[in-house]
């Protein structure tokens, strides 16, 4: 069973912000405090992407902040989390963590996070990848963080997207051993 209590989720402006929808969706169904933080340009990706406009997103989060809001209270370390999700992180989001660039709510939370050694999972969405994009990756792993791009896996023979977006999302969830049984497992 999960001791996870109080979880930060990013959705920043890449395609595929129907991964920070589903992971809302997941941790609104268990006892887990959500702060959610949205970008101005995920909001519209929602819009267009899922027709899903951004009422509908903050209502899965217990407290939701502005990006331009670096007086939040998750912009401090003595606000404890358990850690902080950015699904999807666009390669701007990954560049601003990477270099301690904390110009936004979002960057900082995540800064936050590697200060304080708390999980900070990346779901990177790009493809294809140039060494400038890979290099921030590792440059974030170095310093604490975990990658986790979306990247389906076939043996648990999903039949629609909505499985192929459950797979991943369970891959998040088992970084902070929330229980879900969104796929079959290996065996």
Not at 40 to 64: F, G, H, L, P, Q
Not at 117 to 126: A, G, P, S, T, Y
Not at 161 to 173: C, R, S, V, Y
Request: hydrophobic letters at 40%; glycine letters at 6%; proline letters at 3%.
């Amino acid at each position: 069973m999960s001791s996870v209590k109080r979880i930060i989720v990013g959705i920043s402006g890449a395609s595929g912000v129907i991964y920070g929808i589903r992971l809302l969706e997941i941790l609104s169904s268990k006892d887990i405090e959500v702060h959610l933080i949205v970008t101005d340009t995920a909001k519209k990706i929602a819009k267009y992407e899922n027709n899903i406009d951004y009422a509908r997103i903050s209502r899965m989060a217990n407290v939701c902040y502005s990006n331009d809001d670096l007086a939040a209270s998750i912009s401090s370390g003595s606000f404890v989390t358990d850690g902080m999700i950015i699904a999807p992180c666009s390669i701007k989001t990954l560049s601003g963590i990477a270099n301690s660039y904390s110009d936004n709510l979002m960057i900082r939370a995540a800064d936050v996070c590697l200060k304080e050694r708390r999980k900070l999972l990346l779901m990177v969405r790009e493809t294809p990848l140039h060494l400038g994009h890979i290099e921030l990756m590792a440059k974030v792993s170095r310093i604490g963080g975990i990658i986790v791009p979306p990247v389906p896996s076939f043996y648990h023979r999903p039949e629609s997207i909505e499985d192929i977006i459950d797979q991943t999302i369970g891959k998040l969830l088992d970084q902070f051993c929330i229980e879900h049984n969104l796929f079959k497992r290996w065996k």
